[in-house]
């Protein structure tokens, strides 16, 4: 299994600013995933990041507000830009280092979160 | 389109009861259907997956879960709970003939209690 790490763990923020988070992977894997989930709640999807390729962003989530860089098959960053009360959250970073045919197909590794709290 | 159900926001079981927490999909073609584990302040753990082969699948803690076509569910459970299952399960599909899009459907989570 992948092991992810994920910073900062949480963080207080002011209206208006900026909080990039950060995840890394133990091994190199080709999808990578940023979710939101209300303590308690589901799981949504905002963006799907591939090494080498602008991210696909849901609907609801836009590139200007959700930035994703990609660098490499073991890092990523999703950046919440201009932020307000309403992007308080959990963010999770996921991997799905399985591919068709593999046994390992389907499943996610999730990162252990980063709680955010806009004030 | 591809979603999933879980129809109890909340399950409360007494320990060492069995315990089901239910789960049903819709897919157009074959599902990969996966249930994942939260525990308080803790990221999200995979706990078992039914991909083909034994509609019977078993998984982490003691838990599995069974393939129902006809149903279309994968209700998870656990012949004895532990007071340490508690946590949120979620249920999660892909439709496997969708080999290019690799996301995850998920389910809207059900609260597990179990009392000692």
């Known amino acids: 299994s992948a092991v992810i790490s994920q910073k900062p763990s949480r963080d207080i923020c002011q209206r208006g600013t900026s909080l990039t988070i950060q995840c890394q992977v133990d091994?190199?894997?080709?999808?990578m995933f940023w979710y939101r989930q209300q303590p308690g709640q589901s799981l949504t999807l905002i963006a799907t990041?591939?090494?080498?390729?602008?991210?696909?962003?849901e609907s609801g989530f836009v590139i200007d507000k959700f930035p994703i860089s990609r660098p490499n098959l073991t890092f990523s960053t999703l950046t919440v830009s201009n932020m307000s009360p309403e992007d308080s959250s959990i963010y999770l970073c996921s991997v799905s280092p399985g591919t068709s045919g593999s046994r390992r197909v389907g499943e996610q590794f999730f990162g252990p979160g980063t709680r955010l709290t806009v004030l | 389109a591809q979603s999933v159900a879980q129809p109890e926001d909340q399950v409360n079981v007494a320990e060492g009861n069995p315990l089901t927490v239910k789960c049903t999909y819709s897919?157009?073609?074959?599902?990969?259907l996966f249930w994942y584990v939260q525990y308080p302040n803790r990221g999200l753990q995979f706990l078992l997956k039914y991909i083909t082969g034994d509609n019977l699948v078993k998984g982490s803690y003691g838990f599995e879960a069974e393939f129902n076509k006809s149903q279309t569910s994968f209700h998870l459970k656990k012949p004895s709970a532990l007071v340490s299952d508690s946590a949120l399960y979620f249920c999660?599909?892909?439709?496997?003939?969708?080999?290019?899009?690799?996301?995850?459907?998920w389910g809207a989570g059900t609260k597990l209690i179990i009392k000692p």
């Open positions: 990041a591939n090494q080498g390729s602008e991210a696909t962003y």
């Open positions: 999660a599909v892909r439709d496997s003939d969708m080999d290019s899009n690799y996301q995850l459907i």
């Open positions: 091994s190199q894997v080709t999808m």
């Open positions: 897919v157009s073609g074959n599902p990969y």
